[in-house]
Nanobody
Framework: QVKVVESGGGLVQPGGSLRLSCVASGFAFSEYTMSWWRQRPGKERELVASISNRGLSTHYGDSVKGRFTISRDNGQNTLFLQMNNLNRDDTAVYYC????????WGQGTQVTVSS
């Protein structure tokens, strides 16, 4: 059974940093592209970043380029999102997504950027 579980969200001040994690199970993690998405209040879910199966290729949404870094540890079946220089517009629920014949989403982790 495919499962992805996010963690690491919380409350952070503007300019601060957070590191999100997503632990995957039930599939061959190292063979699949993984991605982070977010849903800001009142908006549709949007792609934040994606990473190829071996981590050699990454893609970022325009609003996070230069501030966020996606990475993965295939030995630990874990996906990461390092978020730096956070601002209020980054407040959202962040989701990990795996596409293994079908889409699989975690429950999300809340990130709130506020002073």
């Amino acid at each position: 059974q495919v499962k992805v579980v996010e963690s690491g969200g919380g409350l952070v001040q503007p300019g601060g940093s957070l590191r999100l994690s997503c632990v995957a199970s039930g599939f061959a993690f190292s063979e699949y592209t993984m991605s982070w998405w977010r849903q800001r209040p009142g908006k549709e879910r949007e792609l934040v970043a994606s990473i190829s199966n071996r981590g050699l290729s990454t893609h970022y949404g325009d609003s996070v380029k230069g501030r966020f870094t996606i990475s993965r540890d295939n030995g630990q079946n874990t996906l990461f999102l390092q978020m730096n220089n956070l601002n209020r517009d980054d407040t959202a629920v962040y989701y990990c997504r795996a596409v293994v014949q079908a889409e699989y989403w975690g429950q999300g982790t809340q990130v709130t950027v506020s002073s």
